[in-house]
């Protein structure tokens, strides 16, 4: 593996981690562990994009941190 697949794999895994979490019911999908989660994985994801120019994901995993970073904002206010 080279540097930008084993980063992209680790974002990846984040984001995963966090949705069978949140399926199995271990973690609300309004919790805190889950939006960090989120934000950390789709950024790492987000840059491994970046390392091998491929907008398309740069657009979707940057829009998934910038989406979830609202949800953490929002939960943090309740």
């Known amino acids: 593996m080279i540097y930008n697949?084993?980063?992209g794999t680790i974002g990846v895994?984040?984001?995963l981690v966090a949705y069978?979490?949140?399926i199995f019911g271990?973690?609300?999908?309004?919790g805190i562990l889950f939006?960090?989660?989120n934000i950390l994985g789709a950024s790492i994801a987000c840059y491994a994009?970046?390392?091998i120019n491929y907008k398309p994901f740069v657009i979707l995993e940057g829009t998934w941190a910038m989406v979830s970073?609202?949800?953490l904002i929002?939960?943090?206010k309740k």
């Open 20 to 22: 069978f979490l949140n």
């Open 49 to 51: 994009s970046v390392l």
């Open 35 to 37: 939006f960090i989660l």
């Open 69 to 71: 970073f609202l949800g």
């Open 13 to 15: 895994s984040i984001v």
């Open 5 to 7: 697949d084993i980063i």
């Open 26 to 30: 271990l973690i609300p999908k309004e």
């Open 74 to 76: 929002k939960s943090l």
